[in-house]
């Protein structure tokens, strides 16, 4: 059974700053890794999704990387924004289903 | 207007009592999806939908069922609600043939609170 982790599970930082945020999976045989993010009490929004055999996708600020061999893939976010408080998740595609981790709970703050 | 629409956004219900939380999409996708996602923890798959006529249970079916009336609408309920089936209940739509494979679409969660 596919586990996905999310490290670390809370994350405070001043504005501007560059950070990374981690997802594990034991399970290398993945379709695809999708980030997401989502406000308190709202649903998700997708950031990014990494097909299988690709090994990294940008937009804007954002970065995500897959590496299937090691079972992880990175969020990296340029010059953070307070805008950009809000929590992310990962999900790695398996057959069809996708399998989400716990999230990290970001806090940028002025 | 959004893609993804649930029904409703909040309910606070007794426990016993049969809820039903609907979902509809306008995006034209085959793929349905239900989840919950309790504070702290990841979304927990509860029934998936690849076509009208395709239902498969998830990792937590038990205690709920759901009906694909159409390609645009997929329902959840809950037979006889219990506390511990207070969540954030969300449902998801993807399509693998679109450009971005297999996206999932989310709709805006139904918060339900089981007394």
């Known amino acids: 059974k596919q586990e996905v982790t999310q490290i670390p599970a809370a994350l405070s930082v001043p504005e501007g700053e560059n950070l990374v945020l981690n997802c594990s999976f034991t399970?290398?045989?993945?379709?695809?890794l999708q980030w997401f993010r989502q406000d308190p009490g709202k649903g998700l929004t997708s950031l990014l999704l990494?097909?299988?055999?690709?090994r990294e996708q940008t937009s804007g600020r954002l970065n995500a990387s897959l590496d299937k061999s090691s079972g992880r893939s990175t969020l990296y976010i340029a010059a953070s924004q307070p805008g950009d408080s809000a929590t992310y998740l990962c999900a790695a595609g398996g057959s069809y289903i996708p399998t989400f981790g716990r999230g990290t709970s970001l806090i940028v703050h002025p | 207007d959004a893609d993804v629409t649930q029904t409703p956004r909040n309910r606070i219900t007794k426990t016993g009592k049969r809820i039903m939380l609907e979902c509809s999409q306008t995006k034209g996708h085959d793929r349905m999806y239900w989840y919950r996602q309790d504070p702290g923890l990841g979304l927990q798959l509860i029934y998936y939908s690849f076509d009208v006529k395709d239902i498969n249970k998830g990792e937590i079916s038990d205690g709920y069922s759901v009906s694909r009336q159409a390609q645009a609408k997929f329902s959840l309920s809950l037979e006889s609600a219990i506390p511990n089936q207070t969540a954030l209940y969300f449902c998801a739509t993807s399509d693998p043939t679109s450009g971005s494979t297999d996206t999932q679409y989310f709709g805006p969660g139904t918060r339900l609170t089981v007394l």
């Open positions: 990494i097909q299988s055999s690709q």
């Open positions: 399970d290398s045989a993945i379709y695809n």
